[in-house]
């Protein structure tokens, strides 16, 4: 795989006309300093066909060609070990990244040395007919379900985490919580620290606690629960579950910050991911259908 190279061929949009070559790379692309220092001294950046400086006015309409290398990334070639494709559910995909609808159980990445099993190693198996690896972009926990974004290649991770570090990539989860009397609509705000009882959960307020966001609305209420729509301003371990477990209305399922036992699994899903597609900008909404385990609740709570 050394020999690889990544050709991207793109086409200056309208609001760039007259820009600097540099700030099309830079602000637009949002290409990290360190690649755009490495294509322009390689004059790996060609426009229409020929090398220009950084500070060369692009014109809306021309072409743009990005080579790059292996050398220009520090881990260009990340080591994942392939597990069985068969699990392997895509919602979308392209040259350039990979929407997987993760299964509830599944982890999104080994957390020891030649563990398998994780969502990543199944991705890994399907992409190896195509010549390449998942680079992961963000997590979701063990037992939330639903849609995660993986690149395809190295150059696109960095404008990828960009953009959800941005609120650029948009994504919704739904979730059933314990009881009823929520506000149809609300936002939470309760800074997230350790747990100081226990290393493996988080606490609203806890030691070395940082700022976190939640919107939420509600869709239904039945029999004591509420299902809920909700996003995220920041992206805390735990986030949704600690949030609001602290309000008094813990997820259902959930084994860390929920007693009871109204369901045997955690009834979060990753459900909608508005995309910032790398490069063109255009918009992609992509849905992951709803898993057995959230039909199945439903069902049970009509039948009570």
Known sequence: MKDIQWR?????????NGRPLKTLLSSYWQLPKHLVYSIRHAKRVLVDGHY??????????????LTFVPEDFARPFPTVTADSAATVAILYEDNDLIVMNKHRGDKT?????????????HLAAYLATEGTVPYMI??????????????KNPVVVPILVANIANKQIKRTYLAWVEGTDLPDQGTINFPIGRDPDDKRKRKANGPNAVSALTH???????SGYSLLQVSLETGRTHQIRVHFAALGHPLVGDPLYNSSNGSPFLMLHSWKVDLLMPFTKQRKLIEAPLPDHFINFEKGLSRD
């Not at 990445?109 to 099993?117: S, T």
């Not at 963000?138 to 690149?151: M, Y």
């Not at 939420?216 to 039945?222: F, K, T």
């Open 8 to 16: 991207f061929k793109e086409t200056v949009p309208e609001a760039m």
């Open 52 to 65: 220009q400086p950084v500070n060369f006015p692009v014109r809306a309409g021309s072409q743009i060609q």
């Open 109 to 121: 990445h080994p957390n020891q040395p030649g563990e398998v099993g994780a969502a990543i190693n």
């Open 138 to 151: 963000h997590r979701l926990d063990q037992e939330t379900s639903g849609a995660i974004i993986f690149a």
């Open 216 to 222: 939420y609305q509600v869709l239904r209420r039945h």
